[in-house]
Every structure is written in C-alpha cells, then in structure tokens.
C-alpha cells in the first residue's frame, strides 16, 4: 500500500479551477471545503469515483496568490494515468479546448503530454500500458475508455536528490527504477500513485511557491500504526521532525520538509471520503469539519460559487 495518497497545490480562482479539473480534465468533485488552517478558503478535492487514495487533486484557490516559479525545491509537473491509445484522443481535447500543451514526448519509454492548467501548473498525461483496465470514472464529458486513472506520478526538482531518495526508499516505500537523462525514477508497490521522479538541477535559480505551484505531496500510510512507525524512522534515521499528527477528517496526517526543501505528508487511506457524505453525492455541499460547524453562516458568506453545470455536478 506505497505511494501518493494526494498532492495539494495552489491556485487562482476557485470557480476557474472547478471548471477545468471538473469540466476539461473530468475528473470527479468529491469534496468541497475549507481549508482547516485558513478558513475563509476552499480546499478543494477531485479525485476517482471515491477518491481513492493515489487519484487525488486538492487545491486552495488564493484569488489573489501571485504565480509561483518551478526551481529546485518544488515539485516541477504532476502526472496521469490514461491508457496509451488516449494519447491522441487528449491531444484533440486541448487543441478544442484551448489548453497549452506541447507535442507528445517520450519519457521512460511512455508517450507524454505535457499540458498546463489555467494557473500555469505544470501537469501531463503519460499512456501506460495496460492503463485501460484500471477502473475509470466519467460523469459523461470525457468517453470512460478515455478518462483519467488517477496519477501516474510526481517529478520533485531538487538541487541534491540522494537525502530525498533515501526518505524514499526507507521509509516512503519506493524503489529505485532507472534512469532517464536527467532523472532518476523511484517506484511504490501500487501502479496508481506509484512514481516519483527526481529531476537533478544542481545551480538552477531557486523558485518561489504562489499561484501553480504544489503546496504539498502526501504518501499512503495503511494506518496509524504503519504512520507512526514511519514517523520514528524519519526521526531516528533521517533526522527530519515531523509534526504530531492531525486529523484531517478524510485521512489523518504527519507533514515534514524533506531534505530538498518540499513539503511531504504521510497520510492514512481511512477513513476516506465517504465519511460525512454518501458515495453518490459527494462534492455536492460544503463540508465542514465539527469544529467549524458553528461558523458555517459565516464562512459560507465569504467563499465564492462555483458555478456548478448541469454535466459536472
Ligand atoms: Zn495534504
């Protein structure tokens, strides 16, 4: 049970962001609410049907955050998973929908379509062999034979890789994979969520998080006990500091700054999305956790709409 629970970035306005993961990417909304240590944001929440752990986006739109800068430290692009014959199928869907993207590349023997999101964000589509038998979600905008998988992976630019690798493979999970020019592949147990690619860019001007930069990635915990167990060894081994853990209602947390400078979270699979809204309905109304039900009048006034359509919702 190794690799990407989710990966959380920073964007613009909230109602553009739910457009586009929602409308162009057709990805599902599966929860909508605040952000626990900045209430008067979203934190918003695509995903698969459920949103397994390995499948989901989250974002606090900050309307006003200026836009970030890739460099060491950052994590450079986040990737999907889409079967290898979608490939063209996407690259049709940016032309019509106007999305910036560039011509398909190959990286690690895969075709890739790198495309940015309205906030500048560095994404991709990567055609995994085989993809086309993982379970797909669509709410009908994109063919289910087409539709995202969940993630391929994550590419972490960083000036010295081997402290992060290291966290990587002792405590995180992953494997080393090989080499490709410049970066170096690392693999969990899971094909959803499993890759994490290490771009060296020793002496590269540092970047600047803001508007279409990751805020964070997290990594699979089975458990308590399998995070605490984590936990020790960054402590013990890595001589990181992670923090105590917090309940983050869908999935209970430890964050640290690894080595490179990222922000990482170890994050448990339970309980899951589902835990305070049905399957079927999930993203459907403002959820907030208890300690903030009693401001729900108040912080409600102050977030924005999201305009859902009729085809998202
Ligand atoms: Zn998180």
Known sequence: MAGIHHVTAISGKAARNFDFYSHVLGLRFVKKTVNFDDNGTYHLYYGDRVG????????????????????????????????????????HRFIEKGVVHEAVEKRFGEPILSFTDPDGMSLALVGVAGAESEPAWSAGLIPMEHAIRGFHGVTLMLDDGARTAAILTD??????????????????????GGVVDIRAATGFAAGHQGRGSVHHIAFRAANDASQAAMAQKLTAEHGMKPTAQLDRKYFRSIYFREPGG???E?????PGFTVDEPAQTLGRD????????????????????????????
């Open 262 to 264: 990222i922000l990482f």
């Open 286 to 313: 403002l959820k907030l956790p208890p300690f903030l039900e009693s401001r729900r009048k108040e912080i409600e006034a102050v977030l924005p709409e999201l305009h859902a359509t009729e085809a998202g919702s």
């Open 266 to 270: 170890i994050a448990t699979d339970d």
């Open 52 to 91: 397994y752990p390995g499948t989901v986006l989250t974002f606090f739109p900050w309307e006003h955050a200026a836009a970030g800068h890739v460099g060491p430290g950052q994590t450079q692009q986040t990737t999907f998973r889409v079967p290898t014959s979608s490939i063209g199928y996407w690259t």
């Open 171 to 192: 405590v995180l999970g992953f494997t080393a994979a090989g080499e490709d020019g410049a970066l170096a592949r690392y693999r969990a147990s899971e094909a959803i």
